[in-house]
């Protein structure tokens, strides 16, 4: 037999095939030859396309053989193991003798599915399966310990074992060859997460309750009964350890069990610890790119995005009176719960709490170029998948803070580099925002933000806060009269007399009366455009008049 020469390996981290087929259930894959044994790795699943040649290398690979046919296995199993891959799956119905022949020849391992097993879900099984095992960053060596630790109380009790967190996501599992294991601990690993059920709930409440290991009965008549026991530190309950109880746990498995979740609290503790100390580090990293302090090149690199990559600011703020101490416990919640909501769309995510505000940085998908020169309607969808994802975030954090929560989002911007101007956008959106209004995007309330700023910044300048506007209001405030409001009505009508009567709910001859008067006596042209321009900016932004206030 001649194998080909494997010139890449798979990663070391990769579960291997004796894993697999512990947490997928030996019935549904039937292992007819594994030249290498139980032990090769696998690193990921394929998909068979016969219109497409294989690739030259995927290390680790298992190859489904969707529609080949029994003459055809040899080939693939030529070209498969030229690429390393180390097996394939076929259908139970192949000519079983001259298929396996080919894997054996080849050195790979075959494994055949049920006739009636449709293909996407044997892919989702898999890939599922593969992918459920800690890689190399997944949650650092903590979690990536408390596989052994599985292992190691699995062993010492007599049980396959799972590790699970306080909301009941499966951290780690067992995959001690040949414990007994049943259908709801091959769904949960699949799904990393225990299914919410009345009768989970009680089991997790009695749990919760006891000083140390308790004895779970079935919950139906498919699955086993189970021995589980809290995990705890300082009086705060971390998470759980469960073991399937197949009728040969050993006599002393409750001490053992006991032993395993003080050492899991261990590495619980120790893994928050690093997210912490990640996420510290990660939200520092934001808030010197939110100043313009930061490499946005390097901060690219950390955040694990492209150094190109068009991204956008979201602010929330609390919005109402909440006292200090409150309020900066309510902050933090609020930070909390913005995370939240973004991880689980973006994964790894950059937010932080600065003065009160939390900023979270979102990536735009898709695009691939700058903003300015991406297609106007990837950017539309992209900005109202982002207001989408904002009013969920506010409507949610309203609710649990019980305070309003109101929310900007800046402008997209081309890159990190530029990410202090679309937090300067998302600030402004916040001052502009209307009493009845949550959520906003800066270009919804361009015209409001830009005078704001020119408002801003015609006040710092001597010359540019002179003018005819100061003689209108200080005539107002000497006569009585409600000259500067009837200016700001009819330029803001476009000069048409009828529309302003109606903003200022007078007879138009009143209002040209009162037109007449301010040319008459402060001497005002109005029939000067930029006379009227300059007269309207002014009133509008330094005097705060516009023409629909009552």
């Not at 193991?81 to 790979?108: E, P």
């Not at 294991?181 to 709930?201: F, H, K, M, Y």
């Not at 100061?470 to 409001?485: H, I, K, N, S």
Request: charged fraction near 25%; charge should be negative.
């Amino acid at each position: 037999m001649t194998v080909p020469t494997r010139e890449t390996a798979p990663p070391m981290d990769a579960c291997t095939l004796e894993e697999l087929l512990d947490t997928l259930g030996e019935p549904m894959f039937r292992v007819l030859t594994a030249p290498d044994g139980r032990t090769a790795r696998v690193s990921e699943v394929l998909l068979y396309d016969a219109g497409a040649p294989l690739p030259r290398s995927a290390p680790g690979a298992l190859l489904l053989c969707v529609g080949a046919r029994a003459g055809e296995i040899e080939p693939l199993a030529r070209d498969a193991a030229a690429a390393g891959m180390a097996g394939l799956v076929v259908r139970d119905s192949h000519g079983q003798s001259g298929t396996t022949a080919a894997a054996k020849d080849h050195g790979l391992a075959l494994l055949a599915v049920d006739e009636e097993a449709a293909w996407h879900h044997v892919h989702l099984l898999l890939a599922s399966a593969i992918g459920a095992r800690p890689g190399p960053t997944g949650g650092g060596a903590a979690f990536g310990d408390l596989f052994a630790l599985a292992n190691a109380v699995a062993a010492a009790v007599g049980g396959a074992t799972v590790v699970e967190d306080a909301r009941q996501r499966i951290l780690a599992y067992s995959t001690v060859p040949g414990q007994t294991v049943d259908e709801a601990r091959r769904q949960g690993i699949l799904g990393r997460q225990v299914p919410s059920s009345p009768d989970n709930t009680e089991q997790y409440r009695v749990l919760f309750a006891a000083p140390g290991p308790v004895r779970l009965a079935a919950l139906d008549g498919g699955e086993l009964p189970r021995l589980a026991v809290a995990i705890r530190a300082g009086g705060e309950t971390l998470g759980s350890v469960w073991v399937v109880d197949g009728g040969h746990l050993s006599p002393d498995a409750e001490e053992a069990l006991a032993q395993g979740a003080s050492t899991a609290a261990l590495l619980l503790l120790r893994a928050r610890a690093g997210e912490e100390l990640s996420r510290h580090l990660t939200s520092d990293l934001l808030r010197r790119l939110l100043d313009g302090t930061a490499d946005p090149a390097g901060a690219a690199h950390r955040l694990g995005l492209a150094a190109d990559a068009p991204v956008r600011v979201a602010a929330f703020a609390l919005d109402g009176a909440v006292s200090a101490p409150d309020g900066e416990q309510t902050a933090l919640r609020l930070l909390d719960l913005v995370r939240l909501q973004c991880e689980a769309r973006y994964g790894r995510h950059a937010c932080v709490l600065v003065d009160g505000r939390v900023y979270a940085l979102l990536p735009v998908a898709g695009t691939g170029v700058p903003p300015a020169r991406a297609e106007p309607r990837a950017r539309v969808s992209g900005g109202e998948r982002h207001k989408r994802l904002v009013e969920d975030i506010v409507r949610r954090a309203g609710q649990a803070l019980r305070v309003p929560v109101r929310a900007g989002l800046g402008d997209v911007v081309a890159d990190l580099a530029a990410v202090r101007g679309s937090r300067d956008d998302a600030d402004l959106v916040l001052r502009v925002l209307g009493p009845d209004e949550d959520v906003a995007a800066v270009a919804e309330v361009r015209a409001r933000v830009t005078l704001l700023r020119l408002r801003e910044l015609i006040g710092e300048r001597r010359e540019l806060t002179a003018g005819a506007w100061r003689e209108v209001l200080a005539y107002d405030a000497e006569q009585g009269t409600d000259y500067a409001r009837t200016l700001v009505c009819w330029l803001d009508a476009g000069c048409d007399m009828a529309r302003a009567a109606k903003l200022l709910a007078v007879h138009p001859n009143t209002c040209r009366y009162r037109l007449r008067q301010v040319q008459q006596h402060l001497g005002i042209d109005l029939d000067a455009p930029d006379e009227r321009l300059v007269l309207w900016l002014q009133l509008r932004t330094l005097g705060g008049l516009r023409g629909a206030d009552r």
